[in-house]
T-cell receptor
Framework: GAGVSQSPRYKVAKRGQDVALRCDPISGHVSLFWYQQALGQGPEFLTY????????KSGLPSDRFFAERPEGSVSTLKIQRTQQEDSAVYLC?????????????FGPGTRLLVL | GNSVTQMEGPVTLSEEAFLTINCTYT??????LFWYVQYPGEGLQLLLK?????DKGSNKGFEATYRKETTSFHLEKGSVQVSDSAVYFCALSEVNTGFQKLVFGTGTRLLVSP
């Protein structure tokens, strides 16, 4: 079956613009995660959904970052008034359940460049 | 807080050489441990995992053993191939949050030459 897909794959934004990044998880996966990966670093947790409920948003760096998953499937990460420090690869991952040891399946990422 | 430390790269090896990439962790409770791999131009893929102490994860000739006493999860392979060239990430899941939030190391780039 299809894996996790993300769009767009690349996004160039001018500082101050709003952007929206989309994630299509694997069908039937309950859990959905967003991570931010800066150049040369490992991914860092942003937020977590279990179905449509956002259970943890402790990793969101500021109130300019907002994520939603209204029907428990597709998710959108929105960044308002983008800043240069927002430039990174944004990764989406999904897993079948939420328990410890569950495998997370990652999408290819959206590379965001803020000029 | 929880953290993962892995050796800096790049690690440069000739084909058929033995590989070790060190990974140590700091965590409360008993996390699950993972190695993810990122091939050039591709997304992160799970390579192997271990969910409790003394478990050994293995896949594609790679192995790692969950060592609670040394808080380590070193990745090994007996004979690397050019196709193993990639970035390898060690990670743990924070079980105390009630879900599997992953904490990653900074990654180790492996370069294998013919």
């Amino acid at each position: 079956g299809a894996g996790v897909s993300q769009s767009p794959r690349y996004k160039v934004a001018k500082r101050g613009q709003d952007v929206a990044l989309r994630c299509d998880p694997i069908s039937g996966h309950v859990s959905l995660f967003w991570y931010q990966q800066a150049l040369g670093q490992g991914p860092e947790f942003l937020t977590y959904f279990q179905n449509e409920a956002q259970l943890d948003k402790s990793g969101l760096p500021s109130d300019r970052f907002f994520a939603e998953r209204p029907e428990g499937s597709v998710s959108t990460l929105k960044i308002q008034r983008t800043q240069q420090e927002d430039s990174a690869v944004y990764l989406c991952a999904s897993s079948l359940a939420s328990g410890g040891g569950e495998t997370q399946y990652f999408g290819p990422g959206t590379r965001l460049l803020v000029l | 807080g929880n953290s993962v430390t892995q050796m800096e790269g790049p690690v440069t090896l000739s084909e058929e050489a033995f590989l070790t990439i060190n990974c140590t962790y700091t965590a409360t409770g008993y996390p699950s441990l993972f190695w993810y791999v990122q091939y050039p131009g591709e997304g992160l893929q799970l390579l192997l995992k271990a969910t409790k102490a003394d478990d050994k994860g293995s896949n594609k000739g790679f192995e790692a053993t969950y060592r609670k006493e040394t808080t380590s999860f070193h990745l090994e392979k007996g004979s690397v191939q050019v196709s193993d060239s990639a970035v390898y990430f060690c990670a743990l899941s924070e079980v105390n949050t009630g879900f599997q939030k992953l904490v990653f190391g900074t990654g180790t780039r492996l370069l294998v030459s013919p």
